[in-house]
C-alpha cells in the first residue's frame, strides 16, 4: 500500500513538471513568434536579420512569381550562417521570409541587403493593401535612385508586411549571406563601412599589382633589347597575374554581371594562364631541354593538364549549373598547381645548379604561402579573432605575400645570370680578340716571312749578279791601269775608285736586307768590322770596344741600315775634316738601350759654322730620329758624338 501511495504521488509530481514544460515552451514559442516580427523602431541605422529570417531552398526556376505563396518555411537560418556557408546551398535557390512593423507615426523608407553575391535578387512583398498576394516590390522610393544589390521598401505608419526575398548564388566560394535591413539613407555609409574593411586588403593587392607593372615593363623592355624569349613568358605571366590581383580589389565591392562573370570564371582562367606562362618562363629560363630532361617532361605534362582543366572549366560553366564539379575542377587545378611546385622544389633541392636555387627558393615561398591561403579557403580556417588583424584572415594574403618573395628572389636570381652572362660575354669576347690577334699576328709574320724571303732574294741576286759585275769593272779597270802605266789616265782611277765605293755599298744593302742578320749582335759585329778596315789604310789609329755580353735582342734591317749609316758618316767626316789621329768607338748596351760613342782628337767642330756646313750632321740626327732614337755631340779636345737608341 505505501508503495502504490508513493508511486501515485511521482506520477503527480511529473504530470506537474511536464505542464510547466509545456507553458514554458508556450510562452517561448510565443516570445519567438513576436520577435521574429522586425518593429522598425527597435534599430537606427541597421540590423541584421538572419536570426529573424525562415528559409526554404528550391531547384533553380522551379518556384514561378505566382506560386510564392505555397512555399513552406518551416525553419530559421542556422546559426553561423554569416561565416560559413553549405556548399550544397550555391546550386540551388533560397527563399528569406521575414515580417517587418513600422510600430512609428512616420512612413518609414529601409532597405533590405541580403548580402554578396547574388545573380537573382528579387524581392516580393505581402501587405493589407495588396490583399495578402505576393508581388515584387517596386524598388523605388521616393528621392532615392536605385543600388545594385539593394532593394528599397517603403512603410507607412503602423504597417506590417511579409517579405519573401528570391536569391541565386554565384557558382563560387566567395557568396556571403548576412541579411540585413537599413535606412535608405544610410547605403553611402555601408558601403563606405565595407570599402575600409576591404582598405587593408586593397593597399596590398594594389601594390603587388603594380609590381606585376614594373615587372611587366621591365621584361619587356629585356625582351626588346635581347629578344629573349623567356622575358616574353615572364611579362605575359606578371600581366595576368597583376590583372588578377587588381581586378580583385577593383571589382570586389562592384555588383554587376562582369564582377559576377570574374568571380566565376575568367579568375581561374587568368590563374591557369599565368601558371601556364610561368611554366613556359622556367622552361626557357632554365634551357630545361638540355640542362634538365626530367623538368621538361615535368613542366610539359603539367601545362598539358592545365589547359585541360580549363577546357573542361569552361564546358561545365557554360553548359551546366553544378557548383560541386566547378568546384572540384577548380581544387584539383590548384592543387595540380601545388604539386608541380612541390616537385621542381625537391628536383631543385637536390641540383647543384646556383641559378635554379634562386628559382627553387623562391617557388618554395610561393608554394608553402599558396598552400596556406588554399587551406584556409577550402576549411573556412582563420588564423586570428582579433578584428585589429584581420587582415590575417585573408588567403589572399598569404598568396600575395608568397608571390612578392618569389618575384624578389627571381630579381636576385635575373641579377646572378646576368651576371654570369656578363662574365661569359667578356670571355667570349677575350676570346675573339685574342683569335682574331693571333690570326692577325699569324698573317703579319706571313707578311714578314715573306718579305723576308723577298730581301734573302733581292740581296741574292744583288751578290750573285751585280756583285760580281761591279767586281769585274773594278779589276778590269786595275788591268788597264797597269797596262798603260807610262801614261796616267784619272778616268781609269776614278772608275776603279767608284766601283769600289760602289761595291762597298751594295755590300752593304745586301747586309741590311739579309734576315739572318736581323740581331743587335750583328750590326755591332759589321760596325766593327766596318770601322777597322775603314782606318786600316789612314794615319789614324781606331780602337772598337765591344760588350763582353751581347744581349740576344731582334733589330730591324731598318734600324740597323740607318744606325750603321749614321755611324759610317761620322767616320767619313773624321777623316774628311777632324785632322784626328785617334779614333775610339765604344759600344754599350744597358737598360734595353743602345748607345755607341764616336770621339776623336781632332780640332773639333765650328759651332758657328755647323748651320752652313752640317748637312753631314743633320743626315746622321735625321737617321737616328726615323727609327726613334738620338744623336747628341760634345767637344772635349776634340768631337764626340754619341749615338743612342732603344731597343
Given amino acids: 500500500m505505501m508503495i502504490i501511495t508513493t508511486v501515485a504521488y511521482r506520477l503527480r509530481q511529473w504530470k506537474r513538471s511536464i505542464a510547466f514544460l509545456i507553458c514554458i515552451f508556450a510562452i517561448s514559442a510565443a516570445a519567438t513568434a513576436q520577435d521574429s516580427i522586425v518593429n522598425l523602431s527597435t534599430f537606427r541605422n541597421i ?29 530559421y537560418l542556422p546559426a553561423g550562417i554569416k561565416t560559413k556557408l553549405p556548399v550544397d ?68 505608419p503602423n504597417e506590417k508586411a511579409q517579405i519573401i526575398a528570391r536569391l541565386r548564388f554565384l557558382r563560387a566560394s566567395q557568396n556571403t549571406l548576412a541579411p540585413l535591413l537599413m535606412r535608405a539613407d544610410y547605403i553611402e555609409k555601408h558601403r563606405a563601412l565595407a570599402a575600409v574593411r576591404r582598405s587593408s586588403l586593397d593597399v596590398v593587392t594594389y601594390v603587388a599589382s603594380g609590381m606585376m607593372l614594373m615587372m611587366i615593363f621591365y621584361s619587356l623592355a629585356v625582351y626588346t633589347q635581347n629578344g629573349s624569349k623567356e622575358f616574353l613568358y615572364y611579362a605575359l605571366y606578371a600581366l595576368c597575374t597583376g590583372t588578377m590581383l587588381f581586378f580583385i580589389s577593383f571589382l570586389g565591392p562592384r555588383l554587376n554581371h562582369f564582377n559576377y562573370l570574374y568571380i566565376e570564371y575568367l579568375d581561374l582562367m587568368l590563374l591557369c594562364t599565368s601558371v601556364l606562362c610561368y611554366l613556359a618562363f622556367m622552361k626557357t629560363f632554365l634551357n630545361t631541354r638540355v640542362a634538365h630532361p626530367f623538368l621538361q617532361k615535368l613542366f610539359n605534362g603539367g601545362q598539358l593538364m592545365i ?70 579557403l577550402m576549411l573556412q580556417f582563420q588564423i586570428t579573432r582579433h578584428d585589429g588583424f584581420s587582415l590575417l584572415n585573408r588567403p589572399l594574403i598569404y598568396y600575395i605575400l608568397g608571390l612578392v618573395i618569389e618575384l624578389m ?67 778590269m779597270s786595275e788591268i788597264v791601269k797597269s797596262k798603260i802605266s807610262t801614261t796616267a789616265l784619272p778616268e781609269i782611277d776614278k772608275i776603279s775608285n767608284s766601283a769600289n765605293e760602289l761595291l762597298n755599298k751594295m755590300n752593304t744593302i745586301i747586309w741590311t736586307m739579309k734576315s739572318s742578320n736581323d740581331t743587335l749582335e750583328s750590326m755591332i759585329a759589321y760596325v766593327r768590322a766596318h770601322a777597322t778596315e775603314y782606318f786600316d789604310s789612314t794615319h789614324i789609329q781606331c780602337s772598337v770596344r765591344t760588350p763582353a755580353n751581347i744581349p740576344d735582342i731582334d733589330m730591324s734591317g731598318e734600324k740597323r741600315r740607318n744606325i750603321f749609316l749614321a755611324v759610317k758618316e761620322s767616320l ?5 775634316h777632324a785632322q ?11 737598360s734595353d738601350r743602345l748607345v755607341i760613342e764616336v770621339a776623336d782628337n781632332g780640332k773639333g767642330m765650328d759651332v758657328s759654322n755647323t748651320r752652313r756646313f752640317g748637312n753631314g750632321l743633320a743626315n746622321m740626327r735625321r737617321r737616328m730620329e726615323s727609327i726613334g732614337g738620338l744623336l747628341t755631340f760634345s767637344q772635349n779636345n776634340g768631337t764626340t758624338l754619341r749615338f743612342e737608341l732603344e731597343l
Fill in 580 to 590: 784626328a789621329t785617334e779614333v775610339a768607338i765604344t759600344i754599350t748596351t744597358y
Fill in 47 to 75: 540590423r541584421f536579420i538572419d536570426s529573424l529570417s525562415l528559409y526554404e531552398l528550391t531547384p533553380p526556376g522551379e518556384i514561378k512569381d505566382h506560386e510564392i505563396s505555397r512555399l513552406q518555411f518551416k525553419q
Fill in 307 to 376: 589547359v585541360l582543366m580549363m577546357a573542361i572549366y569552361s564546358a561545365l560553366y557554360f553548359f551546366t549549373l553544378k557548383f560541386y564539379l566547378l568546384a572540384l575542377v577548380e581544387d584539383l587545378a590548384k592543387i595540380l598547381t601545388l604539386l608541380l611546385g612541390v616537385t621542381f622544389v625537391s628536383y631543385g633541392l637536390r641540383n647543384r645548379d646556383r641559378l635554379m636555387r634562386f628559382i627553387v627558393a623562391g617557388n618554395i615561398a610561393l608554394v608553402s604561402f599558396s598552400l596556406v591561403s588554399l587551406i584556409m
Fill in 409 to 475: 628572389l627571381f630579381l636576385t636570381g635575373l641579377a646572378f645570370k646576368n651576371r654570369i652572362e656578363i662574365v661569359e660575354r667578356v670571355k667570349e669576347r677575350e676570346r675573339l680578340k685574342l683569335e682574331n690577334e693571333r690570326k692577325e699576328f699569324e698573317q703579319q709574320m706571313a707578311v714578314m716571312a715573306a718579305r723576308q724571303h723577298e730581301r734573302d732574294r733581292i740581296s741574292a741576286d744583288m751578290h750573285d749578279e751585280l756583285g760580281s759585275g761591279v767586281t769585274a769593272i773594278r779589276l
Fill in 572 to 576: 767619313t767626316n773624321i777623316i774628311k
Fill in 89 to 156: 546551398w550555391l546550386e540551388k535557390e533560397l527563399y528569406l521570409k521575414f515580417t517587418i512593423y513600422n510600430d512609428t507615426d512616420l512612413v518609414r523608407n529601409i532597405a533590405f541587403y541580403p548580402g554578396a553575391y547574388f545573380t537573382v535578387n528579387t524581392t516580393f512583398r505581402a501587405d493589407a493593401a495588396s490583399g495578402g498576394v505576393y508581388k515584387v516590390v517596386n524598388d523605388t522610393v521616393p528621392d532615392m535612385k536605385p543600388e545594385p544589390g539593394y532593394t528599397f521598401i517603403s512603410m507607412r
